[in-house]
């Protein structure tokens, strides 16, 4: 699939999951963002290749690693630039195209749910619907959606 049917998934599947999770939290703020995370983990998959996604991720990588050098958090900004070169280099279809990444993603966000200390990481329950969004689309004979 192209991105632009994987923008459109995408944006179907962040429309249900900020719904979803508004009707079970009823904070607008963490809706909102869950939304949007589940949007970016239905792209980051095409980091790997030289996309649309792969450009708007690199942009954004760079700037919140500036950002995070500037308040002080070096290490922050180096574990976003080894991520970010691990996914770029395995090669598209590797590494960010196995569902080894989505399971990871929840049973992280599960482990998240029962020890507190950890519940920065629920996060990547909606990432890990992105990614399964996309690897699904991806199996979808290559049908022009629109």
């Not at 991105?3 to 249900?16: C, P």
């Not at 970016?40 to 290749?49: E, K, L, M, N």
């Not at 395995?90 to 080894?100: E, M």
Request: charged share 10%; hydrophobic share 50%; glycine share 10%.
């Amino acid at each position: 699939m192209n991105f632009k049917n994987h923008l459109i998934a995408g944006t179907a599947t962040s429309l249900i999951v900020g719904g979803g999770t508004f009707y079970l939290t009823r904070n607008i703020e963490q809706s909102i963002a869950f939304g949007l995370i589940a949007l970016a983990g239905s792209q980051v998959s095409d980091i790997d290749t030289g996309s649309i996604p792969s450009r708007i991720f690199a942009w954004l990588g760079i700037a919140v690693s500036v950002f995070l050098l500037y308040l002080g958090y070096p290490t922050s900004s180096a574990v976003i630039g080894i991520i970010y070169m691990a996914f770029s280099s395995s090669g598209h279809r590797g590494l960010t195209h196995k569902w080894i990444l989505p399971i990871t993603c929840f049973i992280i966000a599960a482990i998240s749910f029962k020890f507190p200390n950890m519940a920065r990481y629920v996060w990547l329950a909606p990432f890990g619907v992105g990614i399964c969004v996309h690897l699904i689309i991806d199996k979808i004979p290559p049908y022009k959606i629109i």
